[in-house]
């Protein structure tokens, strides 16, 4: 396992993503567009957010992570679950160029979740995603398509928080921790290294073997980030 940054940012990631409406609108279009699936590889799960999500409404999920304190994290939120949702979530350690040995031959859906900006050769993760997808079964990637505007994110985040009465001391506190973390990650050019347009990585989809278009839009994050689901 690869002890890094993530290690630290773990633990505010949890705590923060979850609380923002931003993430949550992106794990909202997940939903939307995994309806009718069965078998979903959630791949760079991190803590387990989206995998967590799946499992709740009712699809098998096998995610899996390469750093620690992610895996860490995911671990414990499969623990803590109902015993027919723990049987339906598997959680792996592994990398998102080489999938583990446990993962399906043919899912459903692959989702790689703010994981594209972190590798250096992005078409080897997603040549490795279609492989694991059945004839029809869908990629689903978001994350950014520029180094992130922080301020602008926590800014428009902090408004929302605050006209929904959120904005509380511990909140506050979180977010200072986060904010601190998540500053050393978007200006580290080792960290974030690569970022797509919508369009562009739909064009590199379809090169790669993958056929129509479901979604593809710059939206989420206040912009700052694109979402793009295709199928096989």
Not at 65 to 83: F, H, I, S
Not at 165 to 173: C, E, K, V
């Amino acid at each position: 396992m690869v002890d890094n940054i993530w290690t630290d940012f773990a633990q505010s990631y949890d705590a923060i993503c979850s609380q923002l409406n931003c993430y949550r609108r992106m794990v909202d279009k997940i939903l939307r567009d995994t309806q009718g699936c069965q078998t979903v590889i959630d791949a760079g799960c991190g803590t387990g957010l989206v995998s967590q999500a799946l499992v709740s409404r009712g699809l098998s999920v096998v995610g899996f992570d390469n750093n620690p304190g992610m895996l860490a994290l995911a671990l414990r939120k499969q623990a803590a679950c109902a015993v027919e949702e723990r049987q339906r979530w598997t959680v792996l350690e592994g990398d998102v160029r080489s999938f583990p040995s446990g993962v399906p031959a043919r899912a459903d859906a692959v989702v790689l979740n703010n994981v594209l900006f972190y590798v250096r050769e992005p078409e080897e993760v997603l040549r490795e995603s279609l492989a694991h997808l059945q004839p029809g079964g869908r990629l689903i990637s978001a994350g950014p398509r520029r180094r992130p505007d922080l301020q602008k994110v926590m800014t428009k985040s902090i408004e929302e928080w605050q006209a929904e009465g959120r904005w509380d001391a511990t909140l506050q506190a979180t977010t200072a921790y986060h904010v601190d973390l998540t500053r050393r990650l978007v200006t580290d050019p080792n960290e974030m290294v690569t970022f797509f347009e919508p369009e562009v990585l739909v064009e590199t989809l379809r090169r790669l073997g993958f056929s129509r278009v479901i979604a593809a839009d710059h939206d989420d994050y206040y912009g700052e980030n694109y979402y793009v689901c295709m199928a096989r």
